[in-house]
Structures are given as C-alpha cells and as structure tokens.
T-cell receptor, first 115, second 115 residues
Framework: AQKITQTQPGMFVQEKEAVTLDCTYD???????LFWYKQPSSGEMIFLIYQGSYDEQNATEGRYSLNFQKARKSANLVISASQLGDSAMYFCAMRLTGGGNKLTFGTGTQLKVEL | GAVVSQHPSWVICKSGTSVKIECRSL??????MFWYRQFPKQSLMLMAT?????????EQGVEKDKFLINHASLTLSTLTVTSAHPEDSSFYIC???????????FGPGTRLTVL
C-alpha cells in the first residue's frame, strides 16, 4: 500500500523568505502522481501543484515549486517569497495511476508566516 | 477548475438522528465523487468512492450502513450519516473528478457536530 510521510508538524518562516515543506512517499508502483494542497483555517482544499512520476522537469506554479527526487522518493514543496496569507495547513498527496484516482494524504504541515 | 458546493456548511444534530450532506458539482460532469472525513488537526481520510449510477466503494473500516452514499446524477452526491453519535463529529469533504482526468476538485466541506 502507498504511504505519504510529512515529518514536520509545524513550520515557521519569516515573511519574504523561502520555505521548504518535506514530503516522502512509499510505493512500489512506477506510475503515480504527487500533489500538494493548501488548507486554510476555513477548511477548503486548494490545489497548488502536481508532479507526475515520469515528468523529468520539476513542476513550478508561480511561487510554488516541487523539488522531486524520484530515487529518494521525495517531493518537497518550496514556497518562495512567503506571504502572511500562506499561513495554512499543507498536505502532500499521492495518486496511483490505475488506482481509481484515489488520493492518499500525508499528515500535513502547519505553516505560520511571521512578520 | 470545477466549482463544487456542499450543503450544509455546518450542522449540529442530536445523537441518534440522521444527517444528509449534499455535494454538488456546479459546472462539471462528475463521473466520480469522493467523500473524505477529517478530524481536528488530522489528515483527510478517504471514506468512499462513488461513480455515477453505481454503488459506492467504501474504504476498509468505514461502515457502509452507517454512511450511506448516493450518486444519482453527474452533478450530485449525498452522504447520509445515519444514527449519528458524538464520535461522528468531524469535517466531511467531497471532491469530484472526471473519468480519465487526474485532478480532483474539492468542496468547501461540512462541519458536523453531534451532541
């Protein structure tokens, strides 16, 4: 079975600084997708970025980039130029291709951006 | 992306009553809908997957007779928590996807409190 591990329950970062949120995964499948979602206190899940297992380039979306290291099975999220509005819970998730589009989520990292 | 709504956004009910939560895909034909449960400070746990017009597939440990899921159309799925108890108090989130598409679009969630 697949598993997602986020080892940082909480992180602090100063405004305008960059921060890396860690995510490692475990699967024996060769084809899978990795996602990052942001969940503010209001509860909605906001999609941030996606990386396919066969994508050779690291995904980027604006201030978000995904540091994908396939051999190490890690998919860390990098947020550049942090803003106060980035304070939220961040979840890493994995979907197995052929797994019915089901997502398995990590335990999340609570990020707080400080002045 | 798709716009997904949930109703109600929050509900308080007495122990022993049943509660129905609706998930609507407003601009998107959702062949598949997912229901998740999230306890405070925890991750999202998939409860069940439903495909339009067929019975839902429940994850291990989720009681199908307690959590009734109906996906009668491409735009509506309902989750009914039958004979709710305080331990069912949680945040319930639905998501939708289309066949062959990787991305899931999440609803805003429903907070259930059982007294």
């Amino acid at each position: 079975a697949q598993k997602i591990t986020q080892t940082q329950p909480g992180m602090f970062v100063q405004e305008k600084e960059a921060v890396t949120l860690d995510c490692t995964y475990d699967t024996s499948d060769q084809s899978y997708g990795l996602f990052w979602y942001k969940q503010p206190s209001s509860g909605e899940m906001i999609f941030l970025i996606y990386q396919g297992s066969y994508d050779e380039q690291n995904a980027t979306e604006g201030r978000y980039s995904l540091n994908f290291q396939k051999a190490r099975k890690s998919a860390n999220l990098v947020i550049s130029a942090s803003q106060l509005g980035d304070s939220a819970m961040y979840f890493c998730a994995m979907r197995l291709t052929g797994g019915g589009n089901k997502l398995t989520f990590g335990t999340g990292t609570q990020l707080k951006v400080e002045l | 992306g798709a716009v997904v709504s949930q109703h109600p956004s929050w509900v308080i009910c007495k122990s022993g009553t049943s509660v129905k939560i609706e998930c609507r895909s407003l601009d998107f034909q959702a062949t598949t809908m997912f229901w998740y449960r999230q306890f405070p400070k925890q991750s999202l746990m998939l409860m069940a997957t439903s495909n339009e017009g067929s019975k839902a597939t429940y994850e291990q440990g989720v009681e199908k007779d307690k959590f009734l899921i109906n996906h009668a159309s491409l735009t509506l799925s309902t989750l009914t928590v039958t004979s709710a108890h305080p331990e069912d108090s949680s945040f319930y989130i639905c998501s939708v996807s289309q066949a062959g598409e990787s991305e899931q679009f999440f609803g805003p969630g429903t907070r259930l409190t059982v007294l």
